[in-house]
C-alpha cells in the first residue's frame, strides 16, 4: 500500500518514515472501532429512554423538567465547542504555532467545562423538586443516558488538559498528533451523541 | 447474618462472610462443601506462592510472562486461566449432578441457595471465564502467525485485556471464600437479583466479574479486528486469509457489538441496586424485559462468538488430517459472515413466552432456524473436505468428527426449540438445558480442545501424548452422550432446569445415568490434565522445534516451535492460500532471508497489571462497600492510563544479529531433522519437518 493509502486523511506526519505512517493508520482506525463499539452503548440507551419515557409512574414528566433555555445554549456551546476543536486540528495539520493549538485547546477545554457546569445546573434544579432517578423509570432512563454523555464530555475534558500538558512537554511528535487526532474523533462524536439527546430527548419532550 | 466488622474499612464485611465460620457455626454437609471449596482455593494459592518461592521463580514469572506484551505469551496466559476455570466448573457440574441423583424425594445433600449458587458461578464461569478466554487465548496466539504479522495492532491494549480477564476469573475465585455467590443464574435476571429481593454481595459479585469480563471481550474484538484488517503481510489478501483468521475476525465483529449490550444490562442493574434506579424493578416503572432484551442482544451473539473460532479450528484440523484442501473455502467465508450478521436478528427466541404477539414469534422463530442453513452449509464443507481424502485419526480429528455428529444433533433441537408452540411446551425444563450443551460442548469445548492438541506442538515445541488425548477424546464424548441424552428425556417429561429437590421418582433412573456421564466427563478432564504431566515428562522424545508436525499449511507452521517472539525474521510475502504447504512442494520454504535486520518489538510493561489489579479492586470493594478502596482502585486505573501516554520508550530493538544467531540455529534444527511421512507422525520419529512428494 501506498503512503496516500494509509495516512489518516486529517493528519500531517510531515516526513517520517512508512511504519509510522502505518502505525498512525492503525491506531486512528482502531479508535473508530472503539467510538462504533460505544456507540453501541449510547443506542441501547436511547432505546431504553424510548421504552422507558411513558413509566413517568405518575411522577414527573419531560414537559415538567425540559426546559429549552438552558438546553438550547448547552448545545450551541457544545457545538462551538466542536468548532473551536477544529480550529486546532486545522492549526495541527498546517504546521500552525504550538501556541495557536495550545490556544484552540484551551478555548474548547473552557466551552467543555461550561457545558459541564450548565449540565449540572440543569441536573440539580431536577432534583430540587423531586425529579431524581429514584422517583421513577422515565427519570431512570433519562438519568441512565444524559449523564453518561455528561461523563464522556468530563473524560474529554480530562484528556484536553492531558494533551496540552503534552505539548508543552513534547511538542507535535507523531504520537502527540495521533492523540489528538483521536480525541479529536472522541468530541465530535459527543457533538453527535448531543445533538441525538436534544433532538430525540429533549425536543419531542417539550413538544408533547 | 452478624454485625459488620469496621463498616469504614471493610464495608459490609461480617464474620460469617466466610464460608469457615458459617460451616464451624452450623457443619452440615452443605456447609462443609462451602469451606472445603473455599479451603481448596486458599490451599491452591498458597501451594503456588510456596512453589514459585521454593523455585525461584517470581522474577521469572514477573519478567518472563505478567509483564510481557508477546501476543503468544499472552494467548497461553488466556488458556492457562480458561483450563483452572475449567477445572471449577466441572466440579460443580459434578456437585449438581451428584445432588439431583441423591435428592429424589428427599432434600440431599446440598441446600436450595448454595445449589442456585453453583449453577450460577457453573454458567457464568463456563462462558465467561472458560469459552471467553480459551479462544481469546487461541485467537491471540494464531491469528498474527496466521497473517504473517509480528504482533497484533496494540499490544498493550492485548495485555490489559488479559489482565481484566483475570480481575474478574480472580473475583469468582474470591467469591467461593468470602461471601456468597449470586444465586441469579449465568444470565441474572432481575428483579430476582434487585436489592429487593437478593440484597446481599452474591448478585454484586456476578455484576462486577461479568463487567471486567465483557470490557475486557471489547477491548479484544477491537484489536483482533484491526489486527486482522490492517496488519496482513504483502499478498495476504482477506479471501487468502486461513479460516481461522476469518471466523476470528467475525468473532472479534461479534465481540465489539455484541459486548455492549452485556455492559449495559450490567451496569443499569448496578444502578438498580447501587443508586436505586428503576430499569428493572417492580415498582415505580421499572421493566424487567427490558433486561432480558439487552442480556439477549449480547447473549444470542455471543453463543456465535464462541462458536464461530471453533467452526475455524475444525476447518483447520479437517483439511490437515485430510491431507486437502479444505471444500468450498468461499461458501464457508460467507457462511461464517452470515451466521454473524443473522446472529443478531434472533435474541428474542431466548424468551419467546414473554407475551409479546405471535406474529413476532414467529418472525424471530423463522430467523432462527434460517440460521441453520449457513451452519449446514459449513458441515457438509468439511464432510467433503474429508471425501476421498487421506484422513488421519489423530485426537483433533477426532474431536473435530465427534463435533459433526453431536452438533448436529444439537442442532435438530434447536429447530425444535425455535417453533414458538413448541418452546412453550419445553422452555425452562431440561430439553432446553441438554439443546445448550448439546451445542456448546462440541461446538466450543472440542473445538478448544482440538486445538489445543494440535497447536500445543507450536506453542511448545513438543507433541502431546496421543493415547491420553484419545482416552480423553473418548470420555469427553461418551460422558457427553451419557449427562445429556438423558436430560432431553427427562426436560420432555416436564423436568424444571435448576431444581435442587426432585419429587417425581420416574426420574430417577434417568438422572442416575446423567451422574455417571458427569462423572466419565469429570474423568476426562483428569485425562487431559495426566497427558500433560506424561507430555512434560516425555517432552524430549517428541520435539518438534522445526517446527512443522503435521505438514500444515497456514504460515504459523512456517516458523519454529515455539516461534521467537518477532515470529517471523522477514515478513512473508505471499501469492496463495496454502502458500507454506504448496511451498514446501515446489520450492524451499526455509531458504534463509537474503539479510537480516533489526527488529523492533514492544517493551513489557508493568502498566496491564497495575490496570488490572487495581479494576479488580474496584470490583471486590463495589461488591463489599468498600468506597474508599474503590476510588482508590479508580484513581489508580486512570493515573497509570495518563502516566503511561507520557512514556515515549516504549519499543526495544532486536539487533540484526540476534535474529540472524535465532535463524541460523533453527534452519540448522530443520536441516538435520529427518523428514518424515504422515504415517508415523504421532511417534517420536516426527522431529518437525514433513516429508513431502514433489
Not at chain 1, 198 to 204: A, D, I, K, M, Q
Not at chain 2, 407 to 431: E, Q
Not at chain 2, 447 to 473: Q, V
Request: aromatic residues 14%.
Amino acid at each position: 500500500m501506498s503512503k496516500d493509502e494509509t495516512a489518516p486523511a486529517s493528519l500531517n506526519l510531515g516526513g517520517t518514515d512508512a511504519e509510522t505512517h502505518a502505525a498512525a493508520g492503525r491506531d486512528v482506525f482502531g479508535f473508530w472501532v472503539f467510538l462504533m463499539s460505544d456507540a453501541v452503548l449510547f443506542a441501547l440507551l436511547f432505546a431504553t429512554y424510548g421504552v422507558m419515557l411513558p413509566a413517568t409512574a405518575g411522577g414527573p414528566t419531560p414537559a415538567s423538567e425540559y426546559k429549552i433555555g438552558p438546553i438550547f445554549a448547552e448545545t450551541l456551546i457544545l457545538l462551538t465547542s466542536s468548532v473551536t476543536y477544529g480550529m486546532a486540528s486545522v492549526a495541527m495539520k498546517h504546521g500552525g504555532a504550538q501556541r495557536v493549538i495550545f490556544g484552540w485547546l484551551a478555548a474548547t477545554l473552557a466551552l467543555g467545562l461550561l457545558f459541564l457546569g450548565m449540565e449540572l445546573h440543569d441536573f440539580s434544579e431536577m432534583f430540587s423538586h423531586g425529579a431524581d432517578p429514584t422517583r421513577s423509570g422515565f427519570l431512570s432512563a433519562f438519568f441512565g443516558l444524559v449523564p453518561l454523555h455528561g461523563l464522556h464530555v468530563l473524560a474529554g475534558s480530562l484528556w484536553i488538559v492531558v494533551m496540552m500538558v503534552q505539548l508543552r512537554v513534547f511538542g507535535l511528535d507523531p504520537r502527540v498528533k495521533i492523540n489528538l487526532l483521536r480525541l479529536g474523533l472522541f468530541w465530535h462524536f459527543l457533538d453527535l451523541i448531543w445533538i441525538a439527546i436534544f433532538s430525540t430527548v429533549y425536543l419531542p419532550g417539550l413538544i408533547r | 447474618m452478624s454485625a459488620p466488622v469496621w463498616p469504614a474499612l471493610l464495608g459490609r464485611f461480617a464474620w460469617d462472610s466466610l464460608p469457615f465460620v458459617r460451616a464451624w457455626q452450623n457443619p452440615t454437609i452443605n456447609e462443609l462443601i462451602g469451606a472445603g471449596a473455599a479451603a481448596m482455593v486458599v490451599v491452591g494459592v498458597v501451594f503456588v506462592v510456596l512453589l514459585l518461592t521454593r523455585l525461584d521463580r517470581w522474577r521469572w514469572l514477573w519478567s518472563k510472562w505478567l509483564t510481557s506484551l508477546d501476543h503468544k505469551k499472552i494467548g497461553i496466559l488466556y488458556v492457562v486461566i480458561a483450563l483452572v476455570m475449567l477445572a471449577r466448573a466441572l466440579v460443580e457440574a459434578n456437585l449438581m449432578r451428584l445432588q439431583q441423583a441423591v435428592a429424589i424425594g428427599n432434600p440431599g445433600f446440598v441446600a436450595p441457595e448454595h445449589f442456585a449458587e453453583l449453577f450460577s458461578t457453573h454458567g457464568s464461569i463456563m462462558i465467561f471465564f472458560m469459552a471467553m478466554p480459551f479462544l481469546t487465548g487461541l485467537i491471540n496466539y494464531l491469528v498474527p502467525l496466521q497473517i504473517g504479522a509480528r504482533d497484533v495492532a496494540f499490544p498493550l491494549l492485548n495485555a490489559i485485556g488479559l489482565w481484566l480477564t483475570g480481575a474478574g476469573a480472580a473475583l469468582m475465585m474470591v467469591s467461593l471464600v468470602i461471601g456468597r455467590f449470586s444465586t441469579g443464574g449465568w444470565s441474572g435476571y432481575p428483579p430476582f437479583t434487585e436489592i429487593g429481593f437478593n440484597p446481599g454481595v452474591g448478585p454484586d459479585y456476578w455484576i462486577w466479574a461479568v463487567t471486567l469480563g465483557s470490557i475486557a471481550s471489547t477491548l479484544t474484538g477491537i484489536n483482533i479486528a484491526v489486527t486482522i484488517y490492517k496488519m496482513r503481510c504483502p499478498g495476504m489478501t482477506l479471501m487468502r486469509m486461513p479460516l481461522f483468521a476469518w471466523t476470528s475476525l467475525c468473532t472479534a465483529i461479534l465481540m465489539i457489538f455484541a459486548m455492549p449490550p452485556l455492559t449495559i444490562a450490567t451496569a443499569l442493574l448496578a444502578l438498580d441496586r447501587y443508586l436505586g434506579f428503576h430499569f428493572f424493578t417492580n415498582a415505580l416503572g421499572g421493566n424487567m424485559m427490558n433486561y432480558a432484551n439487552l442480556f439477549w442482544m449480547f447473549g444470542h451473539p455471543e453463543v456465535y462468538i464462541v462458536v464461530l473460532p471453533a467452526f475455524g479450528i475444525y476447518s483447520e484440523v479437517v483439511s490437515t488430517f485430510s491431507s486437502k484442501e479444505l471444500y468450498g473455502y468461499t461458501s464457508l467465508v460467507i457462511a461464517t459472515m452470515a451466521i454473524a450478521v443473522l446472529s443478531f436478528t434472533v435474541w428474542l427466541h431466548h424468551f419467546f413466552t414473554m407475551g409479546q404477539s405471535p406474529s413476532i414469534n414467529a418472525a424471530f422463530g423463522i430467523a432462527t432456524m434460517t440460521i441453520g442453513v449457513p451452519t449446514g452449509v459449513k458441515i457438509y464443507n468439511w464432510i467433503w473436505t474429508m471425501f476421498r481424502g487421506e484422513v488421519r485419526f489423530t485426537t483433533p480429528m477426532w474431536y473435530a468428527l465427534a463435533f459433526m455428529m453431536t452438533f448436529v444433533l444439537g442442532g435438530l433441537t434447536g429447530i425444535i426449540l425455535a417453533f414458538p408452540p413448541l418452546d412453550y411446551v419445553v422452555h425452562n425444563t431440561l430439553f432446553l438445558v441438554a439443546h445448550f450443551h448439546n451445542m456448546l460442548i462440541p461446538g466450543t469445548l472440542y473445538g478448544m480442545l482440538a486445538a489445543y492438541t494440535f497447536w500445543f506442538p507450536k506453542a511448545f515445541g513438543f507433541r502431546l501424548n496421543e493415547r491420553w488425548g484419545r482416552i480423553s477424546c473418548a470420555c469427553w464424548v461418551l460422558g457427553f452422550y451419557l449427562a445429556f441424552m438423558p436430560l432431553y428425556v427427562l426436560g420432555a417429561a416436564g423436568m424444571a432446569r435448576r431444581t435442587q429437590a426432585v419429587m417425581e421418582t420416574a426420574y430417577r433412573p434417568w438422572l442416575y445415568v446423567a451422574e455417571i456421564g458427569a462423572l466419565v466427563l469429570f474423568f476426562a478432564f483428569a485425562a487431559l490434565i495426566v497427558q500433560l504431566w506424561v507430555s512434560i515428562r516425555q517432552r524430549d522424545a517428541n520435539r518438534v522445534f522445526p517446527g512443522d508436525p503435521w505438514d500444515g499449511r497456514g504460515l504459523e507452521w512456517s516458523t519454529s516451535a515455539p516461534p521467537p517472539e518477532y515470529n517471523f525474521a522477514r515478513r512473508p510475502v505471499v501469492d496463495q492460500p496454502h502458500w507454506f504447504f504448496d511451498a514446501k512442494r515446489k520450492e524451499a520454504p526455509y531458504a534463509p532471508p537474503a539479510e537480516y535486520h533489526d527488529i523492533e518489538m514492544p517493551r513489557n510493561s508493568a502498566v496491564a497489571p497495575i490496570i488490572g489489579i487495581a479494576s479488580g479492586a474496584v470490583g471486590f470493594a463495589l461488591v463489599w462497600h468498600i468506597w474508599w478502596l474503590a476510588i482508590l482502585g479508580m484513581l489508580v486505573v486512570i493515573g497509570t492510563v495518563i502516566a503511561r501516554s507520557f512514556v515515549r520508550d516504549t519499543h526495544r530493538i532486536i539487533p540484526a544479529r540476534a535474529v540472524e544467531r535465532t535463524e541460523r540455529g533453527w534452519l540448522e534444527a530443520v536441516a538435520k531433522a529427518r523428514p518424515i511421512p504422515r504415517e508415523i507422525e504421532t511417534s517420536p520419529a516426527n522431529q518437525g519437518v514433513a516429508l513431502v512428494t514433489r
